[in-house]
C-alpha cells in the first residue's frame, strides 16, 4: 500500500510537471502566432503605404513632365542631381518653363536673349532640332562651363529667371559632375520607366473618382436624410404647436407642480414612502398614456393629411375633366354649332383631336365625325322589314 501511494505521488507529480511545460508551449505558440498575426498586417500596411506614395510620386513626376516638356526619365534624373545639391524640384520647373520662353524670344532675335546664348557660344542652329531635354541638357552643360562666378549668376538668371540661382549648386562640379548625377539615378533604380509614371496617373487619377463617388454618394445621402430630418422636425413642431395651443402643456406643467408637491409632503412623513412610490407607479402609467395618445394623436394628423391629399388630388382631376368639357361649349358655342357639333367635337376631343380650332379644317373634321357618328346610329338600328 505505501508502495502504491508512493507511486501515485510520483505519478501526480510528473503529470503536473507535464501540463505546466504543455501550458508554456502553448502559451508561446500563442505568442508566436500574434506576432506572425502582426507582422503580416503590418507588412500589408507597408504595401499599402508603399504603393500610394509611389503612385503619388509618379504622378507628380507625370503632370510635372506635361508642365515643362520634360521626359520623365531625365526629370527625375535632374531630380536626384537637385536634391543632391540642394536644389528643390520647383525651381528646376519655374526655370525650364523661363528657359523655353526665352529660346522662343532668341528665335526671333530678342537681344536679351540672343546676348545670353552668345555669352555661352550657343547659336540657334545649335537649339533648332532639339526637343527640350536636349536644349535643358545643352544650356546647362554650357552653363557648368563658366567659370567666372558672377558671369555664371548673370546668365543663369538671364535665362531660368529668378530661379537661375537656386540651380547653380547643381553646376558646382561642372558638366561631368551634373552628368555623374543623373547617372547615379538610373543605377540606384530611381527612376521610374515613362510606363510606370503613366500606370501611377492613371492609378492616382481612379482614386480621385472613385473618392468623388463617396463624396456624391455622402451628399445624396446628406440631402435625403435632410429632408426627413425636415420632415420629422416639422411634424414635431406641429405636433408641440398643437399641445401648446390645446392647452396640454398647461395642465402638464400644473400636474407636475401639483405631483411635485404632494411628493414633499410625503417625503416629510417616512410613513408615506410606500404611498409615494404607489403615486410615482401612477405617474409613470400616466405619462406613458400621454405619449402613447400624443403618437396616436399625430398619426391620426398624418392620416387626415393623407386622406385630403388624395381628395384634392381628384378634385384638381375633376377641374380638369370640367375645364375640358367648358373648352369644347366654348369652342362649339363661338363656331355657330349646336347639339350634334357638341357631341361631335366631346368625340373629337376624346380621340385627341385638337378641339380649340375653328378653322375651315376644324369644321370638315367635325362634319366628317357627324357622318361618322349618323353611320354608326342608322347601322345600329333594326333593318326594315
Do not use: C
Not at 510528473?14 to 511545460?21: Q, S
Not at 378634385?315 to 357631341?343: F, H, M, N, P, T
Request: hydrophobic share 45%; net charge neutral; glycine share 12%.
Amino acid at each position: 500500500m505505501a508502495k502504491s501511494a508512493k507511486l501515485r505521488i510520483a505519478i501526480d507529480a510528473e503529470t503536473r510537471a507535464f501540463l505546466r511545460k504543455f501550458r508554456n508551449v502553448k502559451r508561446m505558440v500563442s505568442q508566436t502566432a500574434t506576432v506572425l498575426a502582426g507582422t503580416g498586417i503590418a507588412t500589408a500596411a507597408a504595401m499599402v503605404y508603399a504603393t500610394k506614395k509611389a503612385a503619388e510620386y509618379g504622378d507628380s513626376i507625370g503632370k510635372m513632365a506635361r508642365r515643362t516638356g520634360l521626359g520623365v526619365e531625365n526629370l527625375q534624373q535632374l531630380k536626384h542631381a537637385a536634391e543632391l545639391s540642394g536644389t528643390d524640384m520647383e525651381a528646376l520647373e519655374k526655370g525650364t518653363r523661363r528657359l523655353q520662353k526665352n529660346i522662343y524670344d532668341f528665335g526671333r532675335g530678342l537681344s536679351t536673349s540672343s546676348d545670353a546664348f552668345a555669352a555661352l557660344g550657343i547659336s540657334m542652329g545649335d537649339i533648332n532640332g532639339l526637343n527640350t531635354d536636349e536644349q535643358l541638357n545643352l544650356v546647362m552643360s554650357a552653363l557648368a562651363g563658366v567659370s567666372d562666378t558672377a558671369k555664371q549668376a548673370g546668365i543663369a538668371q538671364d535665362l531660368f529667371g529668378r530661379s537661375g540661382t537656386k540651380l547653380l549648386p547643381m553646376l558646382k562640379g561642372g558638366k561631368y559632375e551634373l552628368a555623374r548625377m543623373k547617372q547615379e539615378a538610373v543605377d540606384l533604380g530611381i527612376v521610374m520607366s515613362a510606363d510606370a509614371v503613366q500606370a501611377a496617373e492613371d492609378f492616382q487619377d481612379s482614386l480621385l473618382r472613385l473618392k468623388s463617388s463617396f463624396g456624391a454618394a455622402s451628399r445624396q445621402f446628406g440631402a435625403a436624410a435632410f429632408r426627413g430630418g425636415i420632415d420629422a422636425m416639422d411634424n414635431m413642431r406641429t405636433a408641440i404647436t398643437g399641445m401648446i395651443e390645446s392647452g396640454a402643456l398647461d395642465r402638464i406643467g400644473v400636474a407636475a407642480g401639483n405631483l411635485a408637491g404632494t411628493l414633499s409632503e410625503l417625503a416629510a412623513d417616512p410613513d408615506n414612502i410606500e404611498a409615494m412610490v404607489q403615486l410615482l407607479e401612477g405617474a409613470s402609467v400616466a405619462m406613458s398614456g400621454l405619449a402613447e395618445g400624443t403618437a396616436k394623436t399625430i398619426r391620426g394628423l398624418g392620416w387626415v393629411g393623407e386622406k385630403l391629399y388624395l381628395i384634392n388630388e381628384q378634385l384638381g382631376k375633376l377641374r380638369l375633366r370640367e375645364s375640358g368639357e367648358e373648352q369644347i361649349q366654348k369652342g362649339v358655342i363661338q363656331a355657330g354649332g349646336g347639339d350634334l357639333e357638341l357631341q361631335a367635337a366631346r368625340s373629337l376631343k376624346r380621340r385627341g383631336i385638337d378641339i380649340q380650332r375653328t378653322d375651315q379644317g376644324f369644321w370638315a373634321l367635325l362634319h366628317d365625325e357627324m357622318r361618322r357618328m349618323r353611320e354608326l346610329q342608322e347601322a345600329r338600328l333594326p333593318a326594315a322589314s
